[in-house]
């Protein structure tokens, strides 16, 4: 798969691009990530990509020539362009396995009060990870890829990990345990130490609806 990010702060994703699988699956070929910035498209020599919003209001507008330019100098036919927005569609895990079977993605990262509304056309879709709003769509991005990254075949060594945790199922992951037997008094649950993988499948399921019942009940609707 291949990324571009639109952002007029690509330094912010240096970090996440280059630590933990994220940057494995680049260094295996897996992964490839490109960027475009506005600003590199923008006509005046003080590369402005904002100004006030026609009606008034507060906070400032991004312009839609520059940013039309930037989304077009990355979108390739098959790219699927998506803009990261309050206003979108809620990003879940459905939505990143979705993503994660495209060959090309091309994530937007919105800032300032939004955007010309005339540019709209240019994408896709909207996705949001949240009912919350972000000084800007860059770490949605870094949330995005990340999720649809680790599904990507041969990202992650054991990839049935992904279809026992958390969502993969509708329901949440059942709790986890690991050395030593026995924490501060607290023991690991015998079923995990009786070799019985039946049982011990029983009480996982039995776990992780607890879980969803106790902590997101919503999600069993």
């Given at each position: 798969?291949?990324?571009?990010?639109?952002?007029?702060?690509?330094?912010?994703?240096?970090?996440?691009?280059?630590?933990g699988?994220?940057?494995?699956?680049?260094?295996?070929?897996?992964?490839?990530v490109?960027?475009?910035?506005?600003?590199?498209f923008a006509?005046d020599r003080?590369?402005?990509?904002?100004d006030?919003?026609?009606?008034?209001?507060?906070?400032?507008v991004?312009m839609?020539?520059?940013?039309?330019?930037?989304?077009?100098s990355?979108?390739k036919?098959?790219s699927?362009?998506?803009?990261?927005?309050p206003?979108?569609?809620?990003?879940d895990?459905?939505?990143?396995?979705?993503?994660?079977?495209?060959?090309?993605?091309?994530?937007?990262?919105?800032?300032?009060?939004?955007?010309?509304?005339r540019v709209?056309?240019i994408f896709?879709?909207?996705?949001?990870i949240?009912d919350?709003?972000?000084?800007?769509?860059?770490l949605?991005?870094?949330?995005?890829?990340?999720?649809?990254?680790?599904?990507l075949?041969?990202?992650?060594?054991?990839?049935?990990?992904t279809?026992a945790?958390?969502f993969?199922?509708?329901?949440?992951?059942?709790?986890?345990?690991?050395?030593?037997?026995?924490?501060?008094?607290?023991?690991?649950?015998?079923v995990?130490?009786?070799g019985?993988?039946r049982?011990?499948?029983?009480w996982r399921?039995?776990?992780?609806?607890?879980?969803?019942?106790?902590?997101?009940p919503?999600?069993?609707?």
């Amino acid at each position: 798969m291949r990324i571009d990010f639109v952002t007029l702060f690509p330094a912010m994703f240096m970090g996440f691009l280059e630590e933990g699988i994220v940057a494995q699956a680049r260094r295996r070929g897996l992964l490839a990530v490109g960027f475009a910035n506005p600003r590199d498209f923008a006509k005046d020599r003080h590369r402005r990509v904002d100004d006030r919003p026609y009606g008034g209001g507060p906070g400032m507008v991004l312009m839609p020539a520059p940013l039309e330019a930037a989304v077009r100098s990355v979108a390739k036919p098959g790219s699927r362009v998506v803009l990261l927005s309050p206003q979108g569609a809620r990003f879940d895990s459905r939505e990143a396995s979705r993503l994660s079977r495209r060959k090309r993605l091309v994530l937007v990262c919105g800032r300032y009060e939004g955007i010309d509304q005339r540019v709209m056309g240019i994408f896709d879709e909207e996705l949001s990870i949240g009912d919350y709003v972000l000084t800007g769509g860059e770490l949605a991005a870094m949330v995005v890829a990340d999720a649809v990254a680790r599904l990507l075949p041969g990202v992650l060594r054991k990839p049935e990990a992904t279809q026992a945790e958390s969502f993969a199922s509708g329901r949440l992951d059942y709790p986890q345990y690991t050395r030593p037997r026995v924490w501060r008094g607290r023991r690991v649950p015998a079923v995990l130490l009786s070799g019985d993988h039946r049982r011990i499948a029983q009480w996982r399921a039995r776990q992780a609806l607890l879980a969803t019942k106790s902590k997101r009940p919503d999600l069993l609707s």
